[in-house]
């Protein structure tokens, strides 16, 4: 089974709309970490946000939020206001602490396209 | 500087040849991954190094192999390419210790810090 799912491959947006990619995962540990890359075109795998299985409040970084709902195991990215920029591939990934490992496990990627 | 790098960032190859890839990080990280991206897979996990004397299996081993010639240092090889093995190939370091707490998921994190690729074509 998969510990990350990214249902949708691909999405599109209208520019200065706000727009959420969905990503649910799997995981039996209490300790547990999330987190969203950007892959542009040009490949560079780029860092957006961290959500920790013990924070009470949703992370955001800029435009950036994620909507972690722990009971449903979902960690949505939500782009607020998209920009052209804003095209890309987005990579959930999932870090667990069970057993001292912390290798992340990633999901296959949501294209999502910007529209003018 | 690029705090990771790989080179080549592009190679073209035979069937049958072997290839090195190679990964250098100024981070003074001490994790360091081997991924391979496809289309519509994901990254997916080859190898991974917690220090220079471990080297760990990742998800898809077969047909790889590595070395961590030093903490900076950390090479994936493929002995006889294939044309399967055609691929995005990603070099990622990150930090052994979360920064604050000790255990993940309390809001401190270690994001993974990725190299920009290497593109490989089997033909």
């Given at each position: 089974a998969q510990k990350i799912t990214q249902t949708q491959?691909?999405?599109?947006?209208?520019?200065?709309?706000?727009?959420?990619?969905?990503?649910?995962?799997?995981?039996?540990?209490?300790?547990?970490?999330?987190?969203?890359?950007?892959?542009?075109?040009?490949?560079?795998?780029?860092?957006?946000?961290?959500?920790?299985?013990?924070?009470?409040?949703?992370?955001?970084?800029?435009?950036?939020?994620?909507?972690?709902?722990?009971?449903?195991?979902?960690?949505?990215l939500v782009i607020s206001a998209s920009q052209l920029g804003d095209s890309a591939m987005y990579f959930c990934a999932m870090r667990e602490g069970g057993g001292g490992s912390y290798i992340p496990t990633f999901g296959r990627g949501t294209s999502l396209i910007v529209h003018p | 500087d690029a705090d990771v790098t790989q080179t080549?960032?592009?190679?073209?190859?035979?069937?049958?040849?072997?290839?090195?890839?190679?990964?250098?990080?100024?981070?003074?990280?001490?994790?360091?991954?081997?991924?391979?991206?496809?289309?519509?897979?994901?990254l997916r996990l080859i190898y991974y190094s917690f220090d220079v004397k471990d080297i760990n299996k990742g998800e898809i081993s077969d047909g790889y192999s590595v070395s961590r010639q030093a903490q900076a240092k950390f090479s994936l090889s493929l002995e006889s390419a294939i044309p399967n093995q055609t691929a995005l190939y990603f070099c990622a370091t990150s930090d052994l210790r979360l920064p604050s707490g000790s255990l993940e998921g309390l809001g401190s994190y270690n994001e993974q810090f990725f190299g920009p690729g290497t593109r490989l074509t089997v033909l």
């Amino acid at each position: 089974a998969q510990k990350i799912t990214q249902t949708q491959p691909g999405m599109f947006v209208q520019e200065k709309e706000a727009v959420t990619l969905d990503c649910t995962y799997d995981t039996s540990d209490q300790s547990y970490g999330l987190f969203w890359y950007k892959q542009p075109s040009s490949g560079e795998m780029i860092f957006l946000i961290y959500q920790g299985s013990y924070d009470e409040q949703n992370a955001t970084e800029g435009r950036y939020s994620l909507n972690f709902q722990k009971a449903r195991k979902s960690a949505n990215l939500v782009i607020s206001a998209s920009q052209l920029g804003d095209s890309a591939m987005y990579f959930c990934a999932m870090r667990e602490g069970g057993g001292g490992s912390y290798i992340p496990t990633f999901g296959r990627g949501t294209s999502l396209i910007v529209h003018p | 500087d690029a705090d990771v790098t790989q080179t080549p960032r592009n190679r073209i190859t035979k069937t049958g040849k072997r290839i090195m890839l190679e990964c250098s990080q100024t981070k003074g990280h001490d994790r360091m991954y081997w991924y391979r991206q496809d289309p519509g897979l994901g990254l997916r996990l080859i190898y991974y190094s917690f220090d220079v004397k471990d080297i760990n299996k990742g998800e898809i081993s077969d047909g790889y192999s590595v070395s961590r010639q030093a903490q900076a240092k950390f090479s994936l090889s493929l002995e006889s390419a294939i044309p399967n093995q055609t691929a995005l190939y990603f070099c990622a370091t990150s930090d052994l210790r979360l920064p604050s707490g000790s255990l993940e998921g309390l809001g401190s994190y270690n994001e993974q810090f990725f190299g920009p690729g290497t593109r490989l074509t089997v033909l």
